[in-house]
């Protein structure tokens, strides 16, 4: 009797300690409540769970949630009348991105048993912006209870989701101590986070809590996030349908989906942050926090000397004038091996390739090697004015497969400036190097759409949003061309360079341009400067809450009106964003009468936007040669 009394007394110890860890864990979160109760089954932890434990939990809550969301929407299909082709295609977008959210979240769990923090926070933010667009897109259908369901479920899964993603933030930036985990800040709370060292969705949360298990907190980091983007990009698609019962209770768990997978990832941010001790963890902090996630004494140079290797071997052709080669770059795609651990070299000579161009997920560490701009030039004309075609879906070439590289070519959409969204290159590859290439659209030119890209001497031509998405990108020594938005542009014309979807103050991501320059074409700048008064261009405008977006060491000619940044929609996001600016020159970069909700980074901060530690492209970008 002694002692079975000792045991229990034990075993309520125990308890009583778990519960206690999970509850400091979970005040680093942005919903705690749901956080600590979706953490409460006595079997999803062990007694004494370690901080990575509590974490890989918050990540595996989501990714339960993920898979109920998933067969919910595929429900919803069988009640989508025939007649009605957009709202059938924005339910198998919808299904899609929440495939690469559960993808991402896989890829940030693995990362974290890594010891790979920054790359689970990477994939966490990936995966939690795709459960956002995924919600985002059922609301677009929601005029019934059953999608109404839906989007309430969606909801859910992106605060879970932030809810992960948090944490990791706390523990990159804190370890073990969970008594000074705290929510997610931003630059905006005076936070800038400065730290060299350390169906997507679904894949992206497994590989999120992969990375936790291998002490690998940045990718888990980095994974998760791409896995809350998609859940959110699923929730948006199916919000545009939402006119049956169906369709209402499909969102309703996506949006629990959400919470989820954002409550994982501000675990992963707290962990990142603050390590082991849960005591120390809260929810996230931006830079409008006053928080920066930097560590004094470990500075990086803001100039990155990488990008795509000269000295490849090519391991297939295309070309337009010989037998022994592809004829087309898709079937040099469809050609390349899956999950190559090597880069497989994609040659394309000089020609005009007009076609759609897709790289699954499977296929891993493809290299596009152009013959130079204006000479290799891949182009198409999709535009969203076509039936069943979305942004996603209009972009001529779209990467989905992980290290993705690109060198000396020309990628474009000739829908025109009337076709509204037409992107000419999207990418959602993790780890992609793009150097020496040239886009060129209108609006929505190039879809940096999620997790960590690098782009180095680059030509970017448009006019609305035409640098738009949810990614941590870094853009070095590129040019920034605005051109005419109308068939009357002599009439004026508003345009917005940016347009970064951070959803997340967790999200370890944003838009960093380093060194480059922002101008109009010769024949905009030939209209603009007729008459000035009637031309506005911006530098960004926040496309969702926590947009993020920096310019450092840029020359920002004339064109860019004194105010430097516009709104979205009314007040949405200006509380909440960062818009920062460094050292930049030109006519268009005098700070004294820019907007009040933008801000002069702290110089003892600037490196927080280094490649190194930003995107942590010191471990994956190859030196130049």
Known sequence: MVSSATEQIEKSHVSISKLFLIRHACQSTRFPLLCESSLAQPSLLPPKPTTVQIIQSAISVSKDHLKKGQDMVAEVTDSVPTAHVNHTTLILICLEILAYSDHRMESASHALTQGKVKDARAWMSAALAYQKGSWGNIKRINDTMSIAHVMTSLEELTRLSSNALSMMVAYD???????????????????????????????????????????????????????????????????????????????????????????????????????????????????????????????????????????????????????????????????????????????????????????????????????????????????????????????????????????????????????????????????????????????????????????????????????????????????????????????????????????????????VFHHCVIIGTEEYMKIYNKNPQVHKNYLGRPWKEYSRTVFIDCNIEKLISPEGWTTWSGDTGLKTLFYGEFRNIGGGSDFSKRVPWSTQIPPQFVHAYSVENFIQGDQWIPKSQ
């Open 173 to 511: 930036n804190n370890g073990e101590d969970t008594l000074s985990w705290t929510p997610p800040k931003t630059e905006r709370d005076g936070f800038y986070e400065d730290r060299p060292d350390v169906a997507y969705s679904d894949h992206r949360m497994e590989s999120a809590s992969h990375a936790l298990t291998q002490g690998k907190v940045k990718d888990a980091r980095a994974w998760m996030s791409a896995a809350l983007a998609y859940q959110k990009g699923s929730w948006g698609a199916l919000k545009r349908i939402n006119d049956t019962m169906s369709i209402a209770h499909v969102m309703t768990s996506l949006d629990e989906l959400t919470r989820l997978s954002s409550n994982a990832l501000s675990m992963m941010v707290a962990y990142d942050n603050n390590g082991e001790d849960t005591l120390s963890w809260t929810p996230p902090k931006t830079e409008r926090d006053g928080f920066y996630e930097d560590r004094p004494g470990q500075k990086s140079e803001l100039r990155f000397e990488g990008g795509v290797p000269t000295n490849l071997k090519v391991d297939i052709t295309v070309c337009k004038d010989h037998i022994e080669c592809y004829k087309t770059v898709q079937a040099a795609v469809d050609a390349a091996p899956e999950n190559a651990a090597s880069h497989f070299v994609i040659k394309i000579r000089s020609g005009v390739y007009r076609e759609t161009v897709r790289i699954a997920i499977e296929k891993k560490n493809l290299v596009f090697w152009g013959e130079g701009i204006g000479k290799t030039i891949i182009t198409g004309s999709l535009n969203v004015h076509q039936p069943g075609i979305t942004t996603f879906s209009s972009a001529t070439v779209g990467v989905l497969g992980d290290g993705f590289m690109a060198r000396d070519l020309t990628v474009e959409n000739t829908a025109g400036s009337e076709a509204d969204q037409a992107v000419a290159f999207r990418s959602d590859s993790d780890m992609s190097v793009i150097e020496n290439c040239e886009f060129i659209g209108n609006q929505d030119t190039l879809s940096a759409n999620s997790l960590r890209q690098f782009y180095r001497n680059c030509s970017i031509q448009g006019n609305v949003d035409f640098i738009f998405g949810t990614a941590a990108s870094v853009f070095q020594d590129c040019l920034l061309l605005v051109a005419p938005r109308t068939s009357n542009p002599e009439e004026g014309d508003n345009n917005a360079i940016t347009a970064q979807g951070r959803t997340d103050p967790a999200e370890s991501t944003g838009f």
